[in-house]
């Protein structure tokens, strides 16, 4: 989506944090998503943040916002080969909830 | 737990035909969302219906409506399919008592050949 960028793909070492970013537009946003996608699958809801929030944790998943800078990132700790997949963020627009995603992030994760 | 149930999970037509998908929401879900995912693409939003009233239009041909029924589930409807329509379709369901969970179908691929 031309209104959240993702970069398109990251690599990392299993055992190894993974850091995936996301940058928005719409100051607005009421809710920002993180999404997985496995390969032919559907979207499974990973996490999502409220805007007054900075920061949201649960289990091996971190969310960080930097509203100022329309920054979010999603934070996975001790990544595992079952992560490798694509994920996206979206954000939350409109009255009607519409969202509004990024190109998503294809997350490799290397033995 | 329940999740969004999305039929058929595979389709295939023909240029020129029409198609119907159903989604079925989350139970106590009032409001549901209709995307499309083309190959290698990010889902776009089409779609949204709350309490069987359409709530928000996105990028959805003309060719295509849709709807909510009065037990919730939602049909899109698709005719004079184009190669083009070709895609992943997701329905997705919320409630306004479950502010921020916004949860998706397991999609229904559609191939027009």
């Known amino acids: 989506g031309e209104d959240v960028e993702q970069s398109l793909f990251l690599s990392v070492r299993e055992g190894d944090s993974s850091v995936i970013n996301c940058t928005y537009t719409d100051s607005s946003s009421t809710y920002l998503y993180w999404y997985k996608q496995e390969p032919g699958a559907g979207l499974q809801l990973l996490t999502y943040i409220f805007s007054n929030m900075d920061m949201k944790q649960d289990q091996r998943l971190t969310v960080l916002l930097n509203k100022k800078d329309k920054h979010l990132s999603l934070r996975i700790a001790d990544t595992q080969t079952g992560d490798s997949a694509i994920y996206f963020c979206?954000?939350?627009?409109?009255?009607?909830?519409?969202?509004?995603f990024g190109s998503g992030t294809q997350l490799t994760v290397l033995p | 737990a329940a999740g969004v149930i999305q039929s058929p999970r595979h389709l295939i037509k023909e240029k020129r035909e029409t198609a119907t998908l159903k989604c079925y929401p989350i139970p106590r879900h009032d409001t549901v969302y209709w995307y499309q995912q083309g190959p290698g693409q990010d889902p776009q939003f089409l779609i949204s219906?709350?309490?069987?009233?359409?709530?928000d239009k996105g990028s959805i041909p003309d060719r295509f409506s849709a709807q909510q029924f009065s037990d919730y589930h939602s049909e899109l409807n698709m005719s004079s399919l184009e190669l083009g329509d070709s895609a992943l379709y997701f329905c997705?369901?919320?409630?306004?008592?479950?502010?921020?969970?916004?949860?998706f179908g397991e999609g229904s691929r559609l191939t027009v050949l």
């Open positions: 997705a369901s919320s409630s306004p008592a479950t502010t921020g969970e916004l949860f």
């Open positions: 219906f709350y309490e069987k009233m359409q709530s």
């Open positions: 979206a954000e939350e627009s409109g009255s009607a909830r519409q969202l509004t």
